[in-house]
């Protein structure tokens, strides 16, 4: 059982050029999550997803572009990468068990990326 | 705009001490997870209490959630080498889909 994947795990851009992230999960999991982590900041929610064609807004939605095409896949694009976006990027999933009050996320290992 | 904030940002403590990192947020919450983040990996879950908890418990760790005070702490019994890493709070709005995450406390025991 993998979890979660995200490919790829380091990518180093030059400012302008184009990418996307790739997250899977193989838990069936209804939400997804992107989020960036820098230093001194902890986690930043970017844009986040409840269902299979549905997305929707984070904190930080600027630059970043996202679709769900497949309910186990969740892709993070950035049309022209800026130094500012320089940062680790993780994906997660989960689902909400709202009788239990519930809804632990899984995240994958992370995607180190570098913008020049 | 970050809801958890957690206390201190670093503890470093010898082998077989307790650590207690403390999460303060803002708003009511519908529960308060707290997740563990190693070096260079994901974060991974611990644990969570519901806002009708006061205390829980799980191997080690235990828990207590203070809603009155808006606030959270965690505390690592008997620490490990192994225990080193950061450690997030999260906390999750009623009606949100999304959970908020602190800052973090890096947590280093020393051997």
């Known amino acids: 059982n993998a979890g979660v994947t995200q490919t790829p795990k380091f990518r180093v851009l030059k400012t302008g050029q184009s990418m996307t992230l790739l997250c899977a999960q193989d838990m069936n999991h209804e939400y997804m999550y992107w989020y960036r982590q820098d230093p001194g900041m902890g986690l930043r929610l970017i844009h986040y997803s409840v269902g299979e064609g549905t997305t929707a807004k984070g904190e930080v939605p600027d630059g970043y572009n996202v679709s769900r095409l497949k309910k186990q896949n969740f892709l993070l694009g950035l049309e022209s990468a800026a130094p500012s976006q320089t940062s680790v990027y993780f994906c997660?999933?989960?689902?909400?068990?709202?009788?239990?009050?519930?809804?632990?996320?899984?995240f994958g290992a992370g995607t180190r990326l570098s913008v020049l | 705009s970050q809801q958890g904030e957690e206390d201190p940002q670093a503890l470093s403590i010898q082998e077989g001490e307790n650590a207690t990192m403390n999460c303060s947020y803002k708003t009511s919450i519908n529960n308060l997870q707290w997740y563990r983040q190693n070096s260079g990996r994901g974060l991974v879950h611990l644990i969570l209490i519901r806002s009708n908890e006061r205390e829980k418990h799980s191997g080690r760790l235990r828990v207590t959630l203070d809603t009155s005070k808006k606030s959270s702490s965690l505390l690592i019994t008997a620490s490990r080498a192994a225990d080193t890493a950061s450690y997030f709070c999260?906390?999750?709005?009623?009606?949100?889909?999304?959970?908020?995450f602190g800052k973090g406390t890096k947590l280093t025991v020393n051997p």
């Open positions: 999260a906390s999750k709005q009623g009606g949100s889909e999304k959970l908020v």
């Open positions: 997660a999933s989960g689902r909400e068990l709202k009788v239990l009050a519930k809804n632990i996320q899984y």
